[in-house]
Nanobody, 120 residues
Framework: QVQLVESGGGLVQAGGSLRLACAAS????????MGWFRQAPGKEREFVAR????????YYADSVKGRFTISRDNAKNTVYLQMNSLKFEDTAVYYC?????????????WGQGTQVTVSS
């Protein structure tokens, strides 16, 4: 069982940067793969990025490759999403999620989300 709390969202101009953080509770954080998802108004939730439990493997949606970077600090029980060169299309509520190592594609735990708004 893990609780996730996102932070770092806000309003930025196109071309700017934001770093989101997801703080996790629990002593088994290092055993979870972590992911970031987002949902824009009127659209379904979409995958953004994921990182393996050790941090050794990352994967990104094509829409954010080269602009976003996911990372984690297991000592701090925190996963990050560095977002650069932000576009208006990146505007969404961003959610952090966790998956057990045994079922890395099944995200069982979700945060409440943090709003990212990019002005054009």
């Amino acid at each position: 069982q893990v609780q996730l709390v996102e932070s770092g969202g806000g309003l930025v101009q196109a071309g700017g940067s934001l770093r989101l953080a997801c703080a996790a509770s629990g002593r088994t954080f290092s055993s979870y793969a972590m992911g970031w998802f987002r949902q824009a108004p009127g659209k379904e939730r979409e995958f953004v990025a994921r990182i393996s439990s050790s941090g050794g493997t990352t994967y990104y949606a094509d829409s954010v490759k080269g602009r976003f970077t996911i990372s984690r600090d297991n000592a701090k029980n925190t996963v990050y999403l560095q977002m650069n060169s932000l576009k208006f299309e990146d505007t969404a509520v961003y959610y952090c999620a966790a998956a057990r190592r045994t079922t890395p594609s099944k995200f069982d735990y979700w945060g409440q989300g943090t709003q990212v708004t990019v002005s054009s």
